[in-house]
């Protein structure tokens, strides 16, 4: 009797790591398949949406200028903007020579796929000032709706202390709601309030279309 168990036991033995090894090669297999289709789903949702993107750009502008930003592992990474947009980091920028309104200028900006540019950073102020005309103003996207010191960027982007550039003794004037960037002598852009309901050119900003 013991000669008989003695074999089955050996099976049994055997049968157990076969079949661990077994239920993780499917659980591997299983893990690629999902990892896999996600890839797939994110990478048409990310081409659906440049698409679209790309759509409406095209209704608003009659060509677009890319230029190559770095490599993925298997392709040339290219950012894209208007022909008559200027780029910068990752977006695009349009000095409006069209005097109007704050609201208009930011609505010009909107019909065509941006808003009212939104500075965040020193080197941005420094790009954006290079293609101005020191003989005029331009609307930004900063404003005063409340007319009690709390300035907010028209896209939500927190109003940061450190990342102000206004001229001195500005803003002084709580009834002077909106923002521009305007040259002052001795030889200095920087940001003044002034009345939303004056004309001014603009600056608009958007987002890159990256391909």
């Given at each position: ?56 750009l ?22 894209c903007?208007?022909?008559t ?34 500075i ?23 404003s005063?709706?409340q ?24 803003p ?23 009345f939303?309901?004056?004309n ?11 391909l």
């Amino acid at each position: 009797m013991v000669q008989e168990g003695q074999p089955q036991g050996g099976e049994k033995r055997v049968c157990w790591p076969l079949r661990l090894w077994s239920v993780a090669v499917i659980s591997i297999l299983l893990l690629s398949t999902c990892f896999i289709v996600s890839c797939v789903v994110i990478y048409q949702f990310t081409g659906d949406k440049s698409d679209k993107r790309l759509s409406e750009l095209y209704t608003y502008h009659s060509g677009l200028t890319c230029f190559s930003e770095g490599t993925r592992v298997t392709e040339k990474i290219w950012g894209c903007c208007p022909s008559t947009w200027k780029s910068f980091g990752s977006s695009c920028y349009f000095i409006s020579i069209e005097q109007n309104f704050w609201t208009r200028s930011e609505q010009n900006c909107v019909e065509m796929g941006g808003h009212l540019v939104v500075i965040n950073t020193e080197a941005e102020q420094n790009f954006i000032v290079q293609q101005l005309n020191e003989s005029f103003s331009y609307f930004v996207g900063l404003s005063d709706p409340q007319g009690d010191g709390s300035w907010q960027w028209i896209d939500h982007t927190p109003f940061k202390k450190n990342v102000r550039f206004w001229h001195p003794n500005e803003p002084n004037f709580s009834e002077e709601r909106c923002a521009s960037i305007v040259f002052w002598n001795p030889g200095r852009w920087g940001w003044n309030d002034v009345f939303c309901d004056t004309n001014r050119n603009s600056i608009c900003e958007m987002k890159k279309i990256y391909l």
